[in-house]
């Protein structure tokens, strides 16, 4: 499933129900082919589909995050399951990925 856009203000791109290592690559394509048309300031994903995934979300979420930064751009990750948040706190990557701790270990 593509990323969708989201609400009105700040668009936001929704992260599939399932993102692991077979969805990974075809789900980093998606999104980055959607950064081209969104051309904010911010660049809002929304993971609260997200029932199902392993490490590779989190090398998607990164990967997303370096290229929203190469292009001037920051990137802000809304509705992060709590296991995902803390699978970041245990790797490291919370701070990379604007996660507060007490966002993150919920």
Do not use: I
Request: glycine share 8%; hydrophobic share 50%.
């Amino acid at each position: 499933m593509p990323p969708s856009v989201n609400a009105p203000g700040a668009p936001a791109l929704a992260l599939p129900a399932e993102l692991t290592h077979p969805q990974a690559a075809a789900t980093l394509a998606r999104l980055q082919q959607a950064f081209t048309t969104h051309t904010d300031a911010v660049l809002v994903l929304d993971a609260s589909a997200l029932r199902q995934f392993d490490t590779s979300a989190l090398a998607v979420l990164l990967e997303c995050r370096r290229t929203v930064l190469g292009q001037g751009r920051s990137l802000q990750v809304q509705g992060l399951p709590a296991a995902l948040g803390r699978m970041a706190v245990l790797y490291g990557v919370d701070g990379l990925l604007g996660l507060a701790k007490a966002e993150s270990v919920e």
